[in-house]
């Protein structure tokens, strides 16, 4: 069985990005689930990834600069589907796309309807990243291309370029949970030829038209030779997982590096989705 540590913030700051600072610093050490509260946010890391020395000298840096406070909790597999579905309401994206879960009622009005059994695993389109690759993959012709989503979660983005006309489609996360997850909901969504496995960007073999990576900075910046040396000609290249005004430069100067060409980016509440091409 699973287990997930849990660590509830309570951010004393009327400033909003205090809160994206501190989930940018924990996402870097493995955090991969956060959920916004009233008063700051939650973080969810798996207990065997869960370093309390490596968490304190990440924060020990923000003492003094911003007020803030934390508890831990010991969260077990068992209670993580209550969990979300007392949080997971249903939501649209750009009147095209609804998501909602598999208790939540069809609405069948929407062109594309998408239903995640989220579990542990990031990605139910309610996170801005989440959203703001939605909203590219729903804009842009996916009909025909082959697609990687790498660091899946739960397949929502692969699940999506399906749907929108993509026949040859593998979605790829380091963590096992999520690979569970996303092989489910590819099952509740009548997706049943996508590739789905666990590993890292160093399994990946072959090429493809679209790469979809919603991650971290840094990772991406780690794999970007990768995502670019997969890429064939004048493919297209869609990431996230970072903010607008301190990230944004740095990827669009790591893609440059590897002659991809940065085209236009989504921004919400700073967090950014950028397209590129080879």
């Not at 749907?163 to 380091?174: F, S």
Request: proline share 3%; hydrophobic share 40%; glycine share 6%.
């Amino acid at each position: 069985m699973k287990s997930y540590k849990e660590l509830v913030f309570t951010i004393i700051s009327s400033e909003d990005f205090v809160r994206d600072i501190l989930i940018d610093e924990l996402s870097a050490i493995g955090f991969d689930t956060f959920e916004e509260t009233d008063l700051g946010f939650k973080a969810y890391i798996p207990s065997s990834d869960f370093n309390e020395e490596t968490l304190t000298s990440v924060l020990s840096v923000y003492d003094g600069v911003y007020t803030f406070e934390y508890h831990i909790n010991l969260i077990p597999d068992k209670n993580w589907n209550e969990v979300w579905e007392s949080n997971f309401d249903p939501i649209t994206i750009a009147d095209k796309l609804h998501i909602r879960a598999t208790f939540h009622p069809q609405k069948p009005e929407f062109p594309i309807e998408i239903i995640i059994d989220p579990k542990m695993s990031f990605g139910t389109g309610h996170h801005e990243t989440t959203y703001l690759m939605a909203e590219y993959i729903l804009q842009n012709d996916f009909k025909n291309k082959s697609v990687l989503d790498m660091g899946c979660g739960t397949a929502i983005l692969a699940i999506l370029a399906s749907k929108m006309g993509a026949t040859d489609v593998t979605a790829v996360d380091i963590d096992e949970v999520c690979v569970m997850s996303s092989q489910e909901n590819a099952v509740l969504n009548n997706v049943r030829d996508m590739i789905i496995y666990n590993g890292d960007i160093d399994r990946v073999k072959g090429t493809f038209d679209v790469i979809l990576a919603n991650i971290n900075r840094n990772i991406l910046l780690a794999h970007i030779s990768s995502y670019a040396s997969m890429l064939v000609p004048d493919g297209e290249l869609y990431l996230s997982g970072f903010y607008e005004d301190k990230d944004l430069e740095t990827i669009q100067s790591g893609a440059a590096k590897f002659g991809l060409k940065y085209i236009s980016h989504y921004q919400k509440n700073n967090w950014v989705a950028a397209k590129f091409v080879k």
